[in-house]
């Protein structure tokens, strides 16, 4: 938060100063930017806070593409986030800037090397919405020749607009260059647009309400923790279930159906999520056990796989899995089928660094397959995947299953609703002899019969996906003159 403080602060320093213009300023500041030129009163503001400036011989150079190290100095200034280090001799003068630069996540990774080289439009972009707390999960994009996730975000925000043709076509042209003018209306607008109007804030990021998402409809005085630290829920229909795979071992599934169980979701499988390993999808080598052991018992079944695939045919590759080890069991599968996409690993994670719009797209194909089966999709998230990896407002026609325990919070706190809370992952049963996933089901699933499988009503998912977004690193180029 002392960022966005350090924000509003320089905004409203802008404007006091301005008068009652936002954009007045007295006099010509550079023999080479007239005052009745398109960025002159961006410039002008932003010398008097001391944020741009020109080169000792008079000129601004508005037309100069800018360099990475003058693109960290200048997003991180206009962002309250104060560098008081100085370049060690021998180092390059934006050198200090490089580490504050990664803690702010304009990038994910520096090339020290290639400070002197030139960002594109997109990187300019990208670098802007982040230091904004802004995320890549967005609407519609507005450019022909650009969707990417920030981009659409800074447009929303009105602080990258791009350009209009005669005929009304909006481009963004992302690999052109940034010159020193246009990152100097971008700065500007970036200090003075309030970018939390309509937004909520969700650990160290701002994002937009999902005005297309149906709201959380569960209120605190709703739930009743019981025995064991079992939850009721009073405000309508609820089934007690749990979620197993094969790390709990041999399973008593007669004792856990006598214990106030009534249903379970089981694993089939799950993709290896680390950076260096296999990224393979296997079975989970007890899913027929357990499988067979809960339907014996007399429990509804649903299944689950641990998806982390980051291309659509990856997606379809669990999807497909996880169908043909639910074939057998087909009749007795009246729970949903669930996409677990989940993000594990930090830097370390093979989904590191991945559009959320391509992982949106494979939780979508997978879905899309689980329900051409004839089987119920419902995707899983916690907060984090749920609001800042994933766009539910593209996968609200699915249902939910949302993971927040109540050792951490008493009530679910999601802004949206779902039909199945994992509320805590130390429930005790009887029949398994570890702790095991506790849920409360909002949806009387166990009653309903399966579809037969059939033609899906929506378009087959895409066989070729934009290609994922790997961190970003400053590309080697030639070096241009240095002006800060």
Known sequence: ?????????????????????????????????????????????????????????????????????????????ATGVEVTETAKPGEHWATPY???????????????????????????????CRALDLTDIAGESPYTDCDDGYVVELYEKGIMEGFLDEDGVRTFRPDQLVTREELSAVLW???????????????????????????????????????RGRLSYTGGYYAHGIDVSGHKGVIDWEAVAGDGVDFAIIRAGNRFYGKHGSGAVVEDGWFDRNMQGAIAAGLPVGAYLFSNAITVE?????????????????????YPVVCDWEYLGGKESRAYGVDSRVITQCIAAFCRRV????????????????YYKMDLSRLNQYDFWFAEYTEYSNVPSSIYNFQMW???????????????????????????????????????????????????????????????
């Not at 000129?59 to 960290?72: L, M, S």
Request: glycine residues 6%.
């Open 314 to 334: 990856e997606a379809i590759e669990e999807a497909d899995l996880l169908i043909s080890k639910l074939e057998p069991y087909r009749e007795h599968v009246t």
């Open 371 to 386: 329900e051409e089966a004839g089987y119920r999709p419902m995707i899983y998230f916690n907060k984090f995947c749920g």
């Open 422 to 484: 994992q509320y805590s992952s130390k429930g005790k049963v009887a029949g398994i002899s570890s702790d095991v996933d506790m849920n409360l089901c909002f949806v009387p699933y166990g009653h309903e019969t399966p579809d037969p499988p059939g033609p899906a009503e929506t378009d087959p998912p895409e066989t070729n996906p934009p290609e994922t977004n790997p961190p970003e690193t400053a590309p080697a180029e030639p070096a241009p003159e240095n002006g800060t």
């Open 1 to 77: 938060m002392k960022k966005r403080i350090a924000v509003l602060f320089l905004a409203a320093l802008l404007l006091t100063s301005s008068g009652t213009t936002a954009m007045a300023a007295p006099g010509p500041l550079f023999r080479d930017l007239p005052e009745d030129h398109w960025s002159y009163q961006y410039v002008s503001e932003l010398v008097e806070q001391g944020v741009v400036n020109g080169y000792p011989d008079g000129t601004f150079r508005p037309a100069n593409p800018v360099t990475w190290g003058e693109a960290f100095k200048l997003i991180l200034l």
């Open 98 to 128: 490089v580490q504050p630069a990664l803690d702010n996540r304009l990038l994910y990774a520096v090339n020290t090397d290639y400070l002197d080289g030139r960002p594109t439009r997109l990187a300019v972009a990208r670098m802007a």
């Open 189 to 227: 607008r970036m200090m003075t647009v309030d970018v939390s109007e309509g937004m909520f804030r969700y650990d160290s990021v701002w994002l937009d309400v999902l005005d297309t998402v149906e709201p959380s409809k569960y209120t605190p005085d709703q739930f009743v923790k019981g025995d």
